[in-house]
């Protein structure tokens, strides 16, 4: 594949996403990651990405275009996490997974009372600790410079330690197979690992996730949720499929469809 291809793949992509590590370019264009890395530093020479360990991330990662001064995208957040809050009640025990829509939802949290957050994302826990809304247990890893986030083994074992209410699980992409996936590998074993320590999982995601497709799959919608929340009206197709897999439905515009 020549360079001008690669190069044009690798922003659409990024444009997409938002992130991506050098191993995942590597595996998707079928040329080795030092290649990748020289494609990098060009695009970073443009200006177009800033190059992280492992990866990269769309333009500046202060970049004021991004999603967290986006009004629109803003509003979307805020539509989903005004549902979420709704389902935690005070007292409760929930984990915020990494993401923008999680960190909406820890916003929220001060219409709660003796509420605790477990989460792996430091924002997450950083908004927490300056709004002292909740008390906040921040699960311990290496940390991911993209999404300023933990994962690893340490997260894992930190995890299996915990037994929560409600597990907020932030992710990318739901195929019309109801398939989850993700940007990041190390999330996806995260989710999978998560769902198992929580009484009641459910899934928050923009309505453009559904018919997209992450680079890692994280496992079947019905294995690893019982409620979906997103932002807007569904295809009836989804609708259905979610219904028969006896998961509940919650959107801004219809409070809640699906099998009770």
């Known amino acids: 594949m020549f360079a001008i291809e690669r190069i044009r793949i690798i922003k659409a992509y990024l444009t997409e996403n938002k992130q991506v590590e050098v191993n995942q370019l590597s595996q998707m264009l079928g040329v080795s990651e030092v290649t990748i890395r020289r494609d990098l530093e060009k695009l970073e020479s443009e200006g177009f990405l800033t190059r992280t360990h492992g990866g990269a991330v769309l333009g500046s990662i202060n970049d004021s275009s991004s999603s967290n001064s986006d009004p629109n995208a803003l509003m979307e957040y805020s539509e989903i996490a005004n549902i979420a809050i709704q389902m935690i009640n005070d007292g409760d025990i929930i984990m915020l997974t990494n993401g923008e829509i999680n960190l909406e939802i820890a916003k929220h949290l001060n219409s709660k009372n003796r509420v605790t957050v477990l989460t792996n994302d430091l924002k ?137």
């Open 124 to 260: 997450i826990a950083s908004h927490i600790m300056e709004d002292q809304s909740a008390k906040v247990i921040l699960l311990g890893g290496d940390i991911d410079y993209n999404t300023k986030s933990v994962f690893g083994s340490l997260t894992i074992s930190n995890l299996n330690n915990f037994y929560v209410n409600h597990l907020f699980i932030e992710i990318d992409g739901i195929s019309n197979t109801l398939d989850i996936s993700v940007s990041n590998i190390d999330m996806a074993t995260f989710i999978k690992e998560a769902a198992k320590n929580a009484n009641e999982r459910i899934i928050v995601c923009k309505s453009s996730a559904f018919e997209k497709t992450s680079f890692y799959r994280a496992g079947r919608l019905k294995d690893l949720c019982d409620k979906v929340i997103t932002n807007n009206t569904l295809s009836d197709q989804y609708k259905n499929n979610i219904f028969n897999a006896n998961i509940q439905l919650f959107t801004s515009i219809s409070v809640m469809e699906g099998k009770v």
